[in-house]
């Protein structure tokens, strides 16, 4: 059974930054879509960013996109996003997800971790 685990979340001044890590186990999650999603209270769960399995291609939400950056060490599989300029409205739970197709769309995600804390404070 594979499993995420999420960790690097935390508390940050509005500009500051933050770099989330997701540590896959379990299953060879190598060949797998890793993305990042996000979760406000009362908000539906959003995309944040994705990579395909090689690395070599990148998807970001419009909202972060130029300020957070997506990488994966396969051999340590092993997903990161670093975050800068981080603003308040970044504020959210993220989730690390595995998925064998490239979409932005939660349901195309197998496999979730339990999700870290990330508030950006003013």
């Known amino acids: 059974q594979g499993q995420l685990v999420e960790s690097g979340g935390g508390l940050v001044q509005a500009g500051g930054s933050l770099r989330l890590s997701c540590a896959a186990s379990?299953?060879?999650?190598?060949?797998?879509?890793m993305a990042w999603f996000r979760q406000a209270p009362g908000k539906e769960r959003e995309f944040v960013a994705s990579?395909?399995?090689?690395?070599?291609?990148?998807d970001y939400a419009g909202s972060v996109k130029g300020r957070f950056t997506i990488s994966r060490d396969n051999a340590k599989d092993t997903v990161n996003l670093q975050m800068s300029s981080l603003k308040p409205q970044d504020t959210a739970v993220y989730y690390c997800?595995?998925?064998?197709?490239?979409?932005?769309?939660?349901?195309?995600?197998?496999?979730w971790g339990q999700g870290t804390q990330v508030t950006v404070s003013t």
């Open positions: 997800a595995a998925g064998p197709i490239v979409r932005r769309n939660p349901s195309a995600y197998a496999y």
């Open positions: 990579i395909n399995w090689r690395g070599g291609s990148t």
């Open positions: 379990g299953t060879t999650f190598s060949s797998y879509v």
